[in-house]
């Protein structure tokens, strides 16, 4: 599928995003990089942008082009180091990965998006166009009372938990537990036990079981081993509602040397 369309970069970045991208303080960054489904130029299709400062050309691929590279090229966003593009008729669940050429034209490994909001299931490797998590949230009397407190004066209690080992399904070949699962069994116990928060060691996708999470490829990505980013919502409103915080382990210092993956990214 060739992207039919003549926009730029300009057309796809606003202004106000670029500067404060290039000032450091986009603080919202996810909603400027990653695969975004748009509705643009009277077609639907997904805008994808991409910051790979040192490459010499970038090219979107997916199960829509047929992995080729050079159907979908992005285009440079002057000297920001983001590229950008939209391809029409691509919507939610298309597979995808960048086909990235460095600076001195060698061919990388094809590149999952490193701000991709979904990804396939290990040991599958492709980033999954989502967009972001349109969750109708029902912790409104937690977010009222967390605004009303002062966490630095009440009592806080944390269980600290690896989804992938607190509990597994014998009985469907030691299968992982679903968020849905999670949210029944995990936080009746760690109401009944007085905790007040749960602590999640690394969720956010990665390749190798082993790591425990500790060497992620996507950091927006909560990992589909238990469900899709919207059931993960759902389970941190459960959360919520049950009157527990979530605090989620982040490790941006342990990538991985997985092909697909930062090293050696652009």
């Known amino acids: 599928m060739n992207d039919s369309t003549h926009l730029t970069p300009g057309d796809l970045i606003g202004d106000l995003e670029r500067h404060l991208f290039r ?5 919202r960054l996810y909603e400027l990089l990653g695969a975004h489904p748009i509705y643009l130029g009277g077609r639907d299709g997904t805008r994808f942008v991409v910051w790979a400062p040192n490459a010499r050309e970038v090219s979107v691929v997916g199960d829509f082009n047929g992995w080729h590279a050079g159907r979908n090229p ?7 180091g983001l590229w950008a593009g939209f391809v029409p008729g691509v919507g939610a669940g298309a597979l995808y990965k960048y ?17 991709a909001f979904r990804a396939q299931h290990p040991p599958e490797t492709a980033s999954v166009v989502h967009g972001l998590v349109q969750h109708p949230w029902q912790d409104e009397r937690w977010i009222d009372a967390r605004a009303a407190s002062d966490p630095r004066r ?3 209690s944390v269980y600290e938990v690896h989804l992938g080992s607190w509990a597994r399904i014998h009985e469907h070949n030691d299968r992982y537990l679903s968020y849905d699962e999670l949210a029944d069994r995990l936080i009746p116990y760690a109401c009944e036990m007085g905790f007040t928060h749960l602590e999640l060691m690394p969720i956010a996708e990665y390749p190798f079981d082993g790591s425990w999470g500790y060497q992620p490829v996507s950091l927006f990505a909560p990992s589909i081993r238990h469900g899709t980013p919207d059931e993960f919502a759902a389970f941190v409103d459960r959360c919520h509602q049950a009157g527990l915080g979530v605090l989620l ?3 941006p210092g342990h990538f991985p040397s997985d092909a697909h993956g930062l090293t050696r990214f652009d």
Not at 74 to 80: C, T, V, W
């Open 154 to 156: 009440a009592p806080m």
């Open 23 to 27: 000032e450091g303080r986009l603080l």
């Open 74 to 80: 992005l285009r440079p966003d002057g000297d920001s």
């Open 99 to 115: 086909q990235i050429t460095g600076p001195r034209a060698e061919s990388q490994a094809l590149k999952a998006d490193p701000v």
């Open 249 to 251: 382990d982040w490790v």
